[in-house]
């Protein structure tokens, strides 16, 4: 057993030193091809500056004269050239190119070229200082236009914080509506309850003489009293029913709704928010409908529209 465990592991040793070997040569060999490939392409990257002066002097010599350039270009002719004798330079104030034979002019043709000369000319300062004139309006009109958008800016400023001042007021005077039972209500006023809240059975209404259901309580008051919010909340509607006279009905949140009748002297408006405790009218005179009641207020609560007694939550 010992023998063959020696004999395993000499075999083991011996492929280890094999590849070994094997992997050092490979690497060898990938390194000396590598290095000639990068001679090679430095090679082709050096400037041979002796092929580059024989080939300026080879071409120095072959290069033509003036006089044989002269006699070349003479049997071509002016008619095989790009040459247009209308041609007129950009940029040069209308002045026509000549022919070569009108530069040989007697004098009395020098002196019409001078006075055409200073005709160009005048008209050259003339069309700068109409050129200076349209810069300059072109100015004032950039300034005025700047001035007018900056007149615009600081208005559309302006009206931007007299947006965001408005929104901070309203959101100041638009509080959330969130009145559960147990928050209660407030008296609007002080005084006996002639008529309470019935819905489970009718109750008796003096000035009707008859037997009703009463979805709200109807309190005493006298004429001009002050009538105050019972809780928080916004003015929904402020109108007139012939039952119980003026009216104004409050959204408290979370679907309820109270409704002040037989009032006068109404300081709200719809879309209004009230805090509790503060003065909504007076007590009016009492509609045909409560005149052997007397002067009153009526007061209804409801959830969702359907009646709550209010007894139950006033303090």
């Given at each position: 057993?010992?023998?063959?465990?020696?004999?395993g592991?000499?075999?083991?040793?011996?492929?280890?030193?094999?590849?070994?070997?094997?992997?050092?040569?490979?690497?060898?060999?990938?390194g000396?091809?590598?290095?000639?490939?990068?001679?090679?392409?430095?090679?082709?990257?050096v400037?041979?500056?002796?092929?580059?002066?024989?080939?300026?002097?080879?071409?120095?010599?072959?290069?033509?004269?003036?006089?044989?350039?002269?006699t070349?270009?003479?049997?071509?002719?002016?008619?095989?050239?790009?040459?247009?004798?209308?041609?007129?330079?950009?940029?040069?104030?209308?002045v026509?190119?000549?022919?070569?034979?009108?530069?040989?002019?007697?004098?009395?043709?020098?002196?019409?070229?001078?006075?055409?000369?200073?005709?160009?000319?005048?008209?050259?300062?003339?069309?700068?200082?109409?050129?200076?004139?349209?810069?300059?309006?072109?100015?004032?009109?950039?300034?005025?236009?700047?001035?007018g958008?900056?007149?615009?800016?600081?208005?559309?400023?302006k009206?931007?914080?007299?947006?965001?001042?408005?929104?901070?007021?309203?959101t100041?005077v638009?509080?959330?509506?969130?009145?559960?039972?147990?928050?209660?209500?407030?008296?609007?006023?002080?005084?006996?309850?002639?008529?309470?809240?019935?819905?489970?059975?009718?109750?008796y209404?003096?000035?009707?003489?008859?037997?009703?259901?009463?979805?709200?309580i109807?309190i005493?008051?006298?004429?001009?009293?002050?009538?105050?919010?019972?809780?928080?909340?916004?003015?929904?509607?402020?109108?007139?029913?012939?039952?119980?006279?003026?009216?104004?009905?409050?959204?408290?949140?979370?679907?309820?709704?109270?409704?002040?009748?037989?009032?006068?002297?109404?300081?709200?408006?719809?879309?209004?928010?009230?805090?509790?405790?503060?003065?909504?009218?007076?007590?009016?005179?009492?509609?045909?409908?409560?005149?052997?009641?007397?002067?009153?207020?009526?007061?209804?609560?409801?959830?969702?529209?359907?009646?709550?007694?209010p007894?139950?939550?006033l303090?």
């Amino acid at each position: 057993m010992v023998r063959r465990n020696r004999n395993g592991v000499r075999k083991e040793r011996i492929v280890m030193l094999a590849t070994s070997v094997f992997v050092l040569t490979a690497l060898t060999v990938t390194g000396i091809f590598v290095r000639r490939s990068n001679n090679t392409e430095r090679e082709d990257y050096v400037l041979d500056f002796e092929a580059i002066e024989k080939a300026s002097e080879i071409t120095a010599e072959n290069m033509l004269s003036g006089d044989e350039l002269d006699t070349l270009f003479a049997e071509v002719g002016t008619d095989d050239l790009d040459y247009d004798p209308s041609f007129q330079e950009a940029n040069s104030q209308k002045v026509e190119n000549t022919d070569a034979e009108s530069s040989k002019v007697n004098g009395k043709s020098s002196v019409g070229s001078d006075e055409g000369a200073g005709t160009s000319s005048n008209k050259t300062q003339s069309q700068s200082s109409t050129t200076d004139v349209s810069v300059q309006s072109q100015k004032k009109t950039d300034e005025e236009g700047e001035e007018g958008m900056f007149d615009e800016t600081v208005d559309t400023a302006k009206n931007t914080e007299a947006l965001t001042a408005a929104e901070a007021i309203s959101t100041t005077v638009q509080p959330a509506l969130d009145f559960h039972e147990e928050d209660g209500l407030v008296w609007p006023i002080v005084g006996d309850v002639l008529i309470n809240y019935s819905m489970d059975k009718t109750i008796y209404f003096p000035t009707l003489q008859q037997y009703k259901y009463n979805p709200a309580i109807v309190i005493a008051a006298n004429q001009g009293e002050s009538i105050s919010a019972a809780a928080n909340g916004r003015v929904t509607s402020v109108t007139y029913d012939p039952v119980i006279g003026n009216t104004v009905v409050m959204d408290l949140g979370n679907g309820y709704e109270l409704t002040y009748g037989q009032l006068e002297n109404i300081i709200v408006s719809e879309g209004s928010y009230v805090s509790v405790g503060d003065g909504i009218g007076t007590v009016a005179y009492p509609t045909k409908y409560y005149s052997l009641e007397g002067t009153n207020v009526y007061f209804k609560l409801t959830k969702d529209g359907e009646p709550i007694n209010p007894m139950t939550q006033l303090q």
